[in-house]
């Protein structure tokens, strides 16, 4: 199950990292409709991602699973008490 679930978020983390590298260093030179696509699809991967995270917490996860996303440096324990609170993990 945890390979299914990184294989799962690979895709949207790696697009998130490479727009972000992207963004950071190449902002003066991309015109600005291309920046705001490039944040729009950060956001859209990353609510993907937070919907798959969400997923797993509200299915219960077995401990390797929980034990995988306290690595990465989620808690999926206090999770909807943050998002309830509009507040994000750092």
Do not use: K
């Not at 299914?4 to 972000?20: D, E």
């Not at 902002?27 to 991967?45: A, K, N, S, Y």
């Amino acid at each position: 199950m945890l390979a299914v679930v990184a294989h799962g978020l690979l895709g949207p983390v790696s697009t998130l990292l490479g727009y972000a590298e992207i963004l950071s260093t190449r902002w003066d030179d991309l015109p600005d409709e291309r920046r705001r696509q490039m944040v729009e699809t950060i956001r859209t991967r990353g609510e993907l991602v937070a919907g798959m995270l969400h997923d797993l917490v509200s299915a219960g996860m077995s401990p390797e699973v929980e034990a995988f996303l306290d690595r990465l440096g989620w808690a999926p324990r206090h999770a909807s008490g943050e998002a309830a609170a509009g507040t994000r993990h750092p």
